[in-house]
């Protein structure tokens, strides 16, 4: 079965903390790795992960895939209140043209 | 630019209804997929629509079914409603690339909640 697990399912930090969010996975035709941004309503989209070992990186978030160890990490540096919010990380499987999605980490930044 | 966008924002019905979800995709995407998302859990896939046909589907009972039509827009189908239908609902789409197969970054819709009472 097709899983996506991510870790740790809640993390409360302080503003200015750096934080590593954890996702791996066990697809079938695995073609990329997606992570999303949820706060009330819309997951945004933050990153597409295609090639391992090549780190994207947007401001003060950055992410990487290793997919030998089949896993990928989303880093935020100097958080902010503004950071508080469900980070979702999915796999995109080639073939089934849909995204399998974790649970989610809940990221709550106090200030 | 328009994002993807969904009607309704919320919705109440009760036992044994029947419902329908719609969603007009991002400007310049073809493929749109539904997902429902119960509280405390990630999306969960539903089906997918590329070319007015239903190209994938998840575990989901024959009771959910949809449409695409020829602009791309979408509807979400839910028939004989119980109660563990209550969720957000939501619609990702997508540009399918025609060459590789491959579909690119989904992009999702704000929802609509559904309440079962």
């Known amino acids: 079965e097709d899983k996506v697990v991510q870790s740790p399912l809640s993390l409360v930090v302080h503003e200015g903390d750096t934080v590593t969010l954890n996702c791996s996975y066990e697809?079938?035709?695995?073609?990329?790795l997606l992570w999303y941004k949820q706060e009330k309503k819309a997951p945004t989209f933050l990153f597409m992960l295609t090639s391992s070992g090549i780190e994207k990186k947007s401001g003060r978030l950055s992410s990487i895939l290793d997919k030998k160890e089949l896993f990928s990490i989303l880093n935020i540096t100097a958080t902010q209140t503004g950071d508080s919010a469900v980070y979702l990380c999915a796999a995109y499987m080639e073939y089934g043209n849909k995204l399998v999605f974790g649970a989610g980490t809940i990221l709550r930044v106090k200030s | 630019d328009a994002g993807v966008t969904q009607s309704p924002t919320h919705l109440i019905k009760t036992r044994g209804q029947q419902v329908t979800l719609r969603c007009s995709p991002k400007s310049g995407h073809d493929t749109v997929s539904w997902y429902q998302q119960a509280l405390g859990q990630g999306p969960q896939f539903i089906f997918q629509?590329?070319?007015?046909?239903?190209?994938q589907r998840g575990n989901f009972p024959d009771r959910f079914s949809g449409h695409q039509f020829p602009n791309y827009s979408s509807e979400l189908n839910v028939n004989a409603l119980l109660l563990g239908d209550s969720a957000l609902y939501l619609c990702?789409?997508?540009?399918?690339?025609?060459?590789?197969?491959?579909?690119?970054?989904?992009?999702f819709g704000d929802g609509t909640r559904l309440s079962i009472l």
């Open positions: 629509y590329y070319e007015e046909e239903e190209r």
């Open positions: 990702a789409s997508s540009l399918k690339l025609r060459h590789s197969g491959l579909s690119g970054a989904q992009h």
């Open positions: 697809v079938t035709n695995f073609r990329s």
